[in-house]
């Protein structure tokens, strides 16, 4: 659904390029995360996908258009949610939305129904202008939703929200990934990403660094160990043992097998610890 290849851009229109040469390929029904701290080129190769920004250098297509000219059609296909909400604060929530729905020449969804999934049905009526930022936020998100567009792009979809909202927002996105949407996710949330995507890439300085699934990432890159607590003369011992070093996998099984054992469990390396050791930066 989604093809880029040898992509550049620069805000300058000189050599100092937010993005440089980055190619990578979303499929069909895929979520896609894009990783990487602010100022990685996240939102301008997406901006760039969604049509905000012009092609200079490089090919990409959406849904099959090519987005040096996208048409006019190709937006009935598309969504898109930005970090930065952009809602009409003079009108209701839902007048943003009755708003929005005339640009489409395609069947929308239901606005109230739409409210509701985001959990602002209660504010219906009630000018955006008088809206939290989180708020804001949502309505923006189930915004991008109005289409029932195939690809959907979402930008950082969780910042700024609470756990449960946030939670709810998550669950959204994985219903429309068993719908079969295919989903490009930019962020710097490594955990976000882990839950949701199915491959990630990771991008610094407008480059694209590697892309993979977050469990192969894991594999090659992480080293496991193991937490275990156990009585040791009446008193409990806790030790965090690898379990590719040969000492420690002796020293665990000397253990299990000598002592009582109180807790034991795996542990595996994060996301953004393989980033850092990938890229050699973090993501802030």
């Given at each position: ?164 909202i946030a939670s ?98 795996t542990k595996e ?16």
């Open positions: 659904m989604i093809k880029v290849e040898n992509l550049f851009y620069s805000y300058t229109k000189d050599d100092n390029y937010a993005v440089k040469d980055v190619s990578f390929q979303v499929e069909k029904g895929e979520v896609f995360g894009f990783l990487g701290p602010s100022g990685a080129g996240k939102s301008t190769t997406q901006g760039i996908l969604t049509g905000l920004l012009p092609m200079q250098k490089g090919s990409a297509t959406v849904a099959g258009y090519d987005m040096k000219k996208p048409p006019r059609e190709m937006f009935n296909r598309i969504g898109v949610s930005f970090e930065q909400s952009n809602v009409y604060n003079k009108l209701t929530a839902l007048e943003n939305l009755e708003f929005y729905k005339k640009l489409f020449d395609v069947p929308t969804l239901d606005s109230m129904d739409l409210l509701r999934l985001a959990g602002i049905d209660h504010v219906a009526n009630k000018r955006a202008s008088t809206f939290s930022k989180g708020m804001k936020h949502r309505l923006t998100f189930v915004r991008s939703m109005l289409n029932n567009p195939e690809v959907w792009f979402l930008d950082e979809p969780t910042t700024g929200l609470d756990p449960a709810q927002i998550k669950d959204v996105i994985k219903d429309k990934h068993k719908e079969g949407k295919t989903i490009f996710l930019t962020t710097h949330n490594m955990f976000i990403a882990d839950e949701l995507c199915d491959r990630v890439g990771f991008i610094i300085d407008g480059v694209l660094k590697l892309v993979d699934s977050p469990r192969n990432l894991k594999l090659q890159y992480g080293e496991k160990f193991v937490d275990v607590e156990y009585k040791l003369n009446g008193e409990t011992r806790k030790e965090t043992l690898s379990i590719i070093k040969e000492e420690d996998k002796h020293k665990l099984n000397h253990i299990i097998n000598n002592y009582e054992i109180e807790l034991m469990h390396a994060t996301l953004e610890e393989i980033f850092i050791k990938v890229t050699g930066r973090g993501l802030v």
